[in-house]
């Protein structure tokens, strides 16, 4: 009923499978196991999410942890073959626009000049530059926008499918099991045990379960800020054609892309009672998503919603940044790789990687992440984007 491994991983979906993925091509010999309670992920958030990836961020981390990511994830068709041939990602390099009105513009060109000086593609577009590109979009309010023509969106579930395809390939091993507890001391974890009897021992441990993170920390004794937030995902057409669209947010949370004959995205809300929750209120769209399409575009009015999928962040109501590395209670090998409150997907590489070089070294090695661990919790000192995030 025991089972011995050097990392277990509790979690399968993007984040866990990238600190998989990293950790294997590192070292081949490692012995790595992914635990996931349901590998049908009927209720995972990686496959309900929006699938977007970009440059634009304003920490210098997010930043970092992006050019390597984005460029990881137009390889992912070579990478997560397993023959010759590409798998089929559904990706989509139609860049990523921020728009803001005048109230807003400052911040917006202080990232921009942020990501410019740190190597990023990224391009400053005045009101009527942004009327010619998109004839349909409204301008009057707006100051300015930032494309990033780099950027871009795929298929969550493919991403995932792939993923998991590799790593079995590579010699991963996937348990599904749900987690009861853990045997832990002072410093250290040794095993992980599930309800089903069984448990994992291990020399490091990584807290990649999602929204269901905090649930985990509470197992050993720890509280977190890192909460479920339920977000819709809704695909919407439009009666009228409209002009290619990159990934469009703007400072009203609206967000949406291209998907298909239609679109795919939503207006996130903060204000959405915190816990499992995957009830959908089919008067949301209507009332919250469409008002925010007819104010920016001239061809949403007519516009309805066709399907409604309800996700959840695992939202860091602390600062809204990912918690990454070991710390937590003073458990000096169980990393989290948890919290990134919507960005999990984009970055999901670019933490593997972090994650495989604290496992495999004791230390960051490509980027310093240390602002993101645990003791900026202890020590109240937030670490957050600012702008639009």
């Known amino acids: 009923m025991s089972h011995k491994v050097d990392v277990a991983i509790i979690g399968g979906g993007a984040s866990g499978g990238m600190a998989a993925l990293h950790l294997k091509l590192a070292e081949p010999s490692l012995r790595v196991v992914i635990i996931e309670r349901d590998l049908s992920y009927a209720i995972a958030s990686t496959p309900r999410g929006s699938g977007g990836f970009r440059h634009l961020f304003s920490l210098p981390e997010n930043i970092e942890l992006s050019k390597y990511s984005v460029p990881f994830i137009k390889d992912l068709p070579q990478t997560l073959s397993l023959d010759s041939k590409p798998v089929d ?57 930032v494309f990033s023509p780099d950027d871009g969106w795929l298929s969550n579930l493919q991403v995932l499918q792939a993923l998991n395809h590799k790593l079995r390939f590579l010699g991963v091993e996937f348990l599904e099991e749900e987690v009861a507890g853990f045997d832990f001391g002072s410093h250290r974890v040794s095993s992980v045990n599930f309800k089903s009897g069984a448990k994992v021992e291990a020399e490091h441990f990584v807290n990649a379960a999602g929204a269901w993170s905090g649930v985990l920390c509470e197992l050993l004794g720890v509280s977190t800020p890192i909460v479920p937030l339920k977000r819709y995902e809704h695909y919407f057409e439009a009666d009228t054609s409209t002009e290619q669209l990159p990934y469009i947010k703007d400072t009203a949370k609206l967000a949406f892309r291209p998907e298909g004959s239609g679109f795919s995205g939503g207006v996130p809300t903060f204000n959405e009672l915190r816990g499992f929750h995957f009830s959908i209120d089919d008067s949301y769209f209507d009332a919250v998503v469409k008002p ?23 939202q860091n109501d602390f600062d809204y940044s990912p918690i990454i590395g070991p710390g937590l209670g003073g458990l000096e090998n169980f990393h989290m790789m948890s919290g990134f409150s919507g960005h999990g997907l984009m970055h999901s590489p670019g933490v593997g990687r972090a994650i495989s070089e604290l496992i495999l070294t004791g230390a960051f090695q490509t980027m310093d992440l240390r602002r993101f661990g645990w003791q900026r919790i202890l020590d109240n000192k937030p670490v957050k984007e600012s702008g639009i995030i």
């Not at 989509?92 to 990232?111: A, K, M, S, T, W």
């Not at 925010?292 to 695992?314: C, H, M, N, P």
């Open 89 to 145: 990602i559904g990706l989509q390099l139609h860049g990523y626009l921020f728009i803001v009105p005048h109230q807003d513009v400052r911040v917006l060109e202080e990232n921009y000049e942020r990501q410019r000086a740190m190597g990023c593609n990224v391009e400053w577009k005045t009101p009527s530059q942004l009327q010619e590109t998109y004839p349909s979009m409204k301008v009057e309010d707006l100051a300015a926008g």
């Open 292 to 314: 925010a399409l007819i104010q920016r575009f001239q061809t949403f009015e007519k516009t309805s919603a066709i399907t409604t999928r309800s996700g959840l962040y695992d």
